[in-house]
Nanobody, 124 residues
Framework: QVQLVESGGGLVQAGGSLRLSCAAS????????MGWFRQAAGNEREFVAS????????YYADSVKGRFTISRNNAKNTVYLQMNSLKPEDTAVYYC?????????????????WGQGTQVTVSS
């Protein structure tokens, strides 16, 4: 069982930056790939970024490539999402997730555990 708690969301102006954190419980964190998804009001949950267990492989949605960076610290059981050059269309609830599937892990079905989400609002 893995419990995930996101933090770091908030209100920021367009062009600004935020760093989201996701703290995981349990000793098996390093065995899980991690991902970030987001869901804007009225929309389906969409993939943002994923990272494999070691941090050596990352994958991004086209909409955030070059602006967002996913990373992890296995010693701290934490995964991060650094978000730069934020746009109003990045406004959403951001969720972190843990899974043990292989590959890019770009689908919600690839993940077994989810956090409760943190709100990110980008004003124009």
């Amino acid at each position: 069982q893995v419990q995930l708690v996101e933090s770091g969301g908030g209100l920021v102006q367009a062009g600004g930056s935020l760093r989201l954190s996701c703290a995981a419980s349990g000793r098996t964190f390093r065995s899980y790939a991690m991902g970030w998804f987001r869901q804007a009001a009225g929309n389906e949950r969409e993939f943002v970024a994923s990272i494999n267990w070691s941090g050596g492989s990352t994958y991004y949605a086209d909409s955030v490539k070059g602006r967002f960076t996913i990373s992890r610290n296995n010693a701290k059981n934490t995964v991060y999402l650094q978000m730069n050059s934020l746009k109003p269309e990045d406004t959403a609830v951001y969720y972190c997730a843990a899974g043990q599937s292989l590959g890019k892990l770009q689908y919600a079905r690839d993940y077994d555990y989810w956090g409760q989400g943190t709100q990110v609002t980008v004003s124009s």
